[in-house]
């Protein structure tokens, strides 16, 4: 499984990274909606776990775009910002929707779930 996680914090996207490998996972990651669709055009990912809130290109911009690369790829959102309507939007565009920060653990279950 193929995972790709865009945030814009370097260092929240890189554990993250970090960690999915620890458990199996092949995980690559970017800072930038413009780097992950870059990304997306040169590797097939199966999941994509996307910052809500990015500069440029926000997450529902860039799940839209990916998509359009990617019929099959499945969407995870994270955010730390939480707002109600975040959240109405996220969950309505995605398989899961989870608020930062996220334990690792249930972030696996999300994927695992996404991809069933």
């Known amino acids: 499984m193929r995972i790709l996680l865009v945030d814009d914090e370097a260092e929240l996207v890189s554990a993250m990274a970090e960690r999915l490998a620890m458990r199996g996972m092949e995980a690559d990651w970017a800072e930038t909606g413009e780097q992950a669709l870059e990304m997306a055009e040169a590797a097939q990912y199966d999941v994509a776990v996307l910052d809500m809130k990015m500069p440029r290109i926000g997450g529902l911009e860039l799940r839209r775009r990916l998509e359009e690369r990617s019929p099959d790829m ?41 991809v069933k």
């Open 74 to 114: 499945k969407f995870i959102f994270l955010s730390g910002h939480g707002s109600e309507e975040d959240f109405r939007a996220g969950s309505a565009e995605a398989e899961s929707y989870l608020i930062k920060p996220v334990r690792i653990e249930d972030l696996v279950e999300r994927i695992h779930e996404a």
